[in-house]
């Protein structure tokens, strides 16, 4: 082999050389430019990358740094509903919280005659002793913790009193939840009766109805029934 044969030989090769490393390097560079860190958001222009661009299950979240995307960063309506998959409640974590049911004595249904309620804020008996119920919608699920019974008692010898109860829906069968006892005091101002210790506190509204009682011993304008309130607590906001 003569020396210009052997000349063009060697350009030859490394001609086929660089050929063959800019093919390689034209596979090879769109895989390295996905590496972690190597785009960030200032080489990636507005609406340059589509959702179209990206396949399914190609960028999962285990390849996006905490707080690498901020708020800032996307712009209106770039993430839309049907883009995010369903989370349900079991990975959900809600921290407890305290709600407030309010009974009116206005929704307090008689049971005996002998009643008059006073522009539907309290009520006294006329004639002789009185019962009262009301209907008692709490959460699924809910806790009651304590239950409040505003009342007015300047009569001596003559108490009033609640009971929260719940009731069967398959027997009838009836659970006192909280009272009757301690009765009410004497006193010409209005006072707060509380039950702190609940039976049953769990509401299951599937199998339980709940209910709340008054009772007014005697007839006197000095011995009126109020409001009530209920506490309770509650995880889930879809309960």
């Given amino acids: 082999m003569n020396g210009q044969t052997l000349k063009r030989f060697i350009v030859k090769g490394t001609m086929t050389y660089i050929a063959v490393f800019s093919l390689v390097l034209m596979v090879a560079m769109p895989a390295l430019a996905l590496m972690a860190n ?35 960063k996307i712009g209106k309506r770039a993430i839309r509903t049907e883009h995010i998959k369903y989370i349900g409640d079991s990975k959900i974590r809600y921290s407890r919280k305290t709600g407030y049911l309010s009974i009116p004595v206005s929704a307090l249904v008689p049971l005996e005659d002998g009643y008059n309620y006073e522009r539907g804020f309290n009520l006294h008996m006329i004639a002789g002793a009185g019962q009262f119920q009301a209907p008692v919608y709490l959460p699924q699920g809910a806790v009651v913790t304590k239950v409040r019974y505003n009342y007015k008692d300047d009569v001596i010898g003559k108490d009033t009193s609640i009971e929260l109860s719940r009731v069967n829906n398959l027997n009838n069968s009836v659970d006192s939840m909280a009272g009757p006892p301690p ?29 709340v009682f008054v009772w007014l011993s005697g007839a006197d304008t000095d011995l009126r029934a109020g409001n009530i309130v209920i506490n309770y607590t509650y995880t889930s906001p879809g309960s």
């Fill in 183 to 211: 009765a009410s005091s004497d006193s010409p101002a209005w006072q707060v009766l509380t039950y702190s210790s609940i039976n049953y506190a769990t509401i299951n509204n599937n199998s339980y109805a709940y209910y």
């Fill in 38 to 72: 190597s785009v960030g958001t200032r080489e990636i222009k507005n609406h340059s990358i589509r959702s179209a661009d990206i396949r399914n299950k190609a960028v999962t979240t285990d390849r996006i740094a905490p707080r690498a995307v901020k708020r800032g």
